[in-house]
């Protein structure tokens, strides 16, 4: 296919009839074949090319071109956040947009995204899905309202001998390479006159032991680590594991913890965000998720 060459009529000194080949431009370009270039850049260039003209922004809605940019298991994640009804009535372009938007799932303990430049899985999960020991009794521990986690509350530990958070996900990864974290601060945040403090008085016993971290996968992977937990009023990310979803055939099971049993000293004044699941590659803008 290409495009035509149109052609115009004049006459030379002679009399004679000439044709001329008019200029051609963009426009003449047939659709198709933009939206066939159009796959091998990514969303954002995608965009911009849009506003050439009309016949650019129409190929750049084709569906095949936006289905190029999402996951082989994207039904899977429009399923869990848009519902299966709508997998047919949106087109691939709103389907994209849509599960680039901050999408929670679970009753709100979860929420899932794509970045919109590389169309890669984001996703985080609240304290409010772990199973922690004790967190039913109030001497221990409490669920406090704050602006500083996007599920606006926080699991904040007074004190106790036995620390234990145990947390598990079923979820259909794309192919790639995901770290796993903890989102979690030493100290009870609040606000004061509108500005941000942070009380220090119940931290205690976190630089005695170490705290053990464990993630596994229901294909055999795992990693163990362990640290002290530093930083006083600060939100820090703290690094469980990795793991790999080298051929995707289905949902993964993950499952990870995080743990301080030591009994022979008690610990307290810390708070419990949610865990972050993203791809290696993000590891350095993890404060902005």
Known sequence: MGAGISTTAT??????TLSLPLETGLDDIPENCI?????????QEICTLARVNKAFHRASSADFVWESKLSPSY???????????????????????KLCQPNFFDGGTKEVWLDRCSGQVCLIISSKSFKI?????????NYIPTEESRF???????QMWWVEVIGELEFEFPKGHYGVFFRLQLGKPSKRLGRR?????????????????????????????????????????YHIGDFAIEKPNGPTTIKFSLA??????????????????????????????
């Open 152 to 158: 606006k509350s926080v699991a904040y530990l007074q």
């Open 11 to 16: 006459e030379n000194d002679d009399g004679a």
């Open 197 to 237: 403090v942070c009380n220090l008085d119940q931290v205690h016993g976190w630089d005695i032991q170490p705290v053990r971290f464990q993630l596994s996968t229901s294909d055999g992977q795992c990693s163990l680590s362990q640290c002290y937990l530093r930083g006083l009023g600060e939100w820090a990310h």
């Open 133 to 141: 020991t004790g967190i039913d009794d109030r001497r221990y521990w």
């Open 260 to 289: 301080q049993i030591d009994c022979t000293h008690t610990k307290g004044g810390l708070c419990i965000d949610r865990i972050v699941i993203c791809p290696k590659e993000f590891t350095e803008r993890l404060k902005q998720i």
């Open 35 to 43: 939206s066939s270039l159009m796959m091998s850049f990514d969303p």
């Open 75 to 97: 039904k899977f994640l429009v399923n869990k956040v848009l519902g299966e009804e709508n997998l047919g009535s949106l087109t691939k372009k709103e389907i994209y947009a």
